[in-house]
């Protein structure tokens, strides 16, 4: 008997309203289809109503966790727009706040799986050690989130040697708790059971469904774009691309957890050799007619940013590809043939972001293969329409 | 079996403090630079609209009060403030300042504006402005 | 004189009110030592260090308004929960407190209610696959279907080893079980494995980490009690705070060695050992994470069920050496 389970958009698993649809066999998802589009703001078409600075403060809003990616991606792409270059100082502090958030990120990501996997106890160490790279960004920022560290031409606030030496004593307790989660969370026998052999993904797969970030990296495929399209200063940084090769989930918090230890090496890199001089230049109010895209490995994936200037002091368009939207079609493949129970696990492993991935619609017609972009009030003078003339149904099915 | 890897981990927790505290009965202190909510310093503004210009949430607004006596009157909309303090960057004189407060709700909107009337000063503005 | 003494039995102790106060009480020290092994603070405020949460949550809930999907089966929705409650309280009266004579078996303690005791335990899990059922909502279903199917994992493990000590003891008394191995406290330490089994037995039929699968908040909302709100969900959980003091007591009383020594004593002597096995519950729920239902049934049949036929040879055998 098969029957069709929802999962979303309200559901305690999900941390964002998103709709998974699964058809289930007794406990067997057989089928699975996304619906997306509950958290669309609007936010592209915002940003060609505010001007260059002001569109920092709403690309940092586009996701709280991530935030600093999609700023920074931004920013970066703005500066080769102005033709302007940051100074060393400015783009080592840059980055060492895209450290810190990767570090901050992937905690959250190892305390969610945890949740989901039921291992409470787990989430609450891992988020109370979270609590300390909190505690510095708060300390380096102004704020715990949503850092607003970066201005067109460089960083606002500067690092002084207090915060360095306390950064770096921080840094030695993190590295001392990782490793005990690494140990633990690869060695617990009802946690592994829960994440060995599930959401498998093969190497093929995930080079032709475009998956990115660990969800590739995991499945054995080394692309991340700070080796690949070196940004900022990540040519001068010594780091390495961190693989696993088993293809499901436990490879996946492998990865994560090997990014966090390589991340502390960078940070201590950083801090170390943190260069003498000013944090930022001067940026013109107005940016030369040119487009340009901008590159970024957030810690969920690349980040593209599209940006387009016609000479005035605000953008003409923007565009925005979040890495969560790019792993969705990996996701429908990894839910075919798994468990019911397995769902959370799976749709956590990819680090969803569904904030970030909301943008708009384009629909194809089938038949003529014609793309048009639909605004939401022309969509909902439509649905008014055909509403009218239905019958109202007792029990209504979602059209599949 | 590896079933007792955690075990001691958690026991060792009972004898220890607890990590959170008891909001509000007891608060954590912020650090000195939080950003909190933004105020004026209106001896030294001297009325050149920069933050209103640059504010992402179009929080700061203002308006002429008399224009022989160079009055002004501002007003910092702190409900639409997302507090990025990109107007004290602005600021070429540095009257626009962050405190620190955080528990700043409030059950009505309007008792969350904060207003000053003031005459525009004269002062040199610095020679470097952050932009 | 008897007449009064079998009300205080039924209202005060281990009665109505007895149930109520300590099984919320047991609740509240549940969730206080896992948040303490977790590093946080668990319940405060509510009454000193927050022993009077649970009660706070269970008036909280009888006051929320409490509605009736429109295809669910009206009765059966409606009296489940008090049903549930009633067969649990049930339980509790047969534990041996007080009000015993060893000598003379009376209604609330006689031979086999060793079985009538495991019996009333596993009315629960039918309760709650008609609760599940009954609410006619996909996640209640599949979460209906879930605790069935742990049924069949840890019921046969469970009566198993708690069976194993009547045999060594020779009655199906719970009070002669209990005295025996206060008579005998070597032969108790033979039943350790057996302890050991029932506790991981016990945490499935309780439904906690890492068995919670049929209400499993991350994967199907509520599972059965997805439907229920307002008072019937208050019943419910204090059906479930019942059943822990019900089973905690019975592993107390069967390996542990009851509660001798009358009204007082014996009241000291179970809360000690109801806490004490409450604590190994709670250390279990802390350490591990929620296995799937079919590594349950795995579990069970490859590991928990050989032990405990093993188990029972051993305490066979060793029974035919003493005599």
Redo the contacts between chains.
Sequence with gaps: MS?Q??IGPQ???LKEPVGVRVTVDG?IIREADLRLGYNHRGVEKLAEQ??W???I??ME?ICGICSHSHATCYVQGVEKLMEIEPPKRGLYIRILVSELERVHSHLLWLGVA?????????F??VW?DR?IVMDIL??IS??RV?Y?IN???GV??DLDELQIKHILDSLEVLRQRSA?YE??GT?????V??LAGVGYLSREDAIELCAVGPTLRASGVPMDVRKDDPYAVYDEVPFEVCTADSCDVLGRTVVRIKELLQSYNIIEFLLKNLPAGPI?V??PRRAKPNEVVSRYEAPRGENIHYIKSNGSDKPERLKVRAPTLANYAATIKMLKNG??????LIFAAIDPCICCAERSVAIVDARTAQERIVTMSSLRELSLKTAKHQARKREAEWPL | MKLGVFIPELLRHLFKKPATVDYPFQKLAVPPDFRGSPYLQPEICIACRACERDCPAEAIEITVTNEAEKKFNMVIHNDRCIHCAQCVDSCPTDAMQMDNLFEISDYNRQDMKKRWDFVRAVVKPKAETKS | MATLKTLAYLILYPGLLFIFFYSTFAEWYDRKLYARLQNRMGPTHTGRAGVLQPIADFIKLMSKEDIVPERADRGMFRALPAFGLAIVSAGMLLLPVWNYSLSNPSATSFSGDIVVLLYILSLPTFIFFLAGWSSTNLFSTVGATRVLTMLFGYEVPLFLTVLTPAVLANSWRLAEIAAFYRHHPWLALLNIPAFLIALICVQAKLERTPFDIPHAETEIVGGTFTEYSGKKLALFRLMMDVELVVAAGLLATVFLGGFPGGLLPGLINFIIKTLLVIFLLCLLRATTSRIRVDQVISLSWRYLAPLAVIQLLVIILIKGLIS
């Design positions: 029957f389970i929802p559901h305690p698993a406990e505010k001007t600075t002001q569109n403060y709403l809003r945890g949740h989901e996997a039921g291992f409470d106890s787990f609450m160490y109370r609590e708060e300390t102004g704020n949503h607003a201005a067109i031409g606002r606030r005990y140990k633990l060695t617990e026998p009802s946690f059971a829960r930022s001067r940026a468990f019911i129970a397995d769902v959370p």
